[in-house]
């Protein structure tokens, strides 16, 4: 029982570490209208943002 | 104030989840989860979907075309000091919106015209930094006459101007393109031989 809540614990904060840094990519990019934000913004900030809400989620099923 | 609504959801979002992270244990009661669920699953999921909406309504602007090195000499036609060139006597006249230059001329004003020329800056982005550019950049389909008759279509110069009263049918059917006289556009091989406009007064 323990070891699973380590294990949650372990994965939520995963999911939180990446699902920050996801976030303040995107709204890092949302400061410039050019071609390169926009690709920052898709290709970083929502993949590490989808990334952590899959770990989150995957945590929340496997407690 | 968009960008800044976006923004401050993104930064409630940071707060809340960096608070879950360093206490976990607020997840152990109801409260807790549901605020866990909201701040690692709803508000990203907003926040993304807002800053993609806006990224897209950006991806309008001069600023965004005009951000890829091979559209630079394109950026640059708009100051050529010859009112004969038409991208760059609608630029410095205020024909068009300065601050969405390329996409006034370059959008298809049909019902899907926005999307469509939204999905073409998608395609151009992806070209540009996963591909090879082409050497000379083209159209993908003749200049329609409509786009421009979109704003002189029922305008008095337009109407009033002898030529253009002469080939209205042809002009509307699209038989005779706009561009067939005014041929001076962007002229990118010789943007660097012309004089250029400075700009206006700030």
Redesign the interface.
Known sequence: MKDGANR??SK??T???I??I???V??T???W???????G??GA??VL??I??AI??FA?VSV | MQIQAVIAIIGITIVLIGLLAVRPSLTAAQGGKVLAFIAFFILPIVATVLGAAIHLEQSTSTTFCLSCHVMEAHGKSLYIDDKSYLPASHFQNNRIPRDQVCYTCHTDYTLFGDINAKMRGLKHVYVYYFKDTPARLTLYEPFKNRECLHCHANARSFEESIPHNMMKEQLASNQLSCLTCHNKIHNVQQVDKLKMWKGPAT
């Open positions: 949650f614990r939520f904060k999911a939180a570490f699902l920050i996801g976030l303040i995107q709204a990019t949302l400061h209208a050019t071609a390169a934000s926009f690709l913004f898709i900030g929502a943002v989808l952590g809400i989150y989620l929340i």
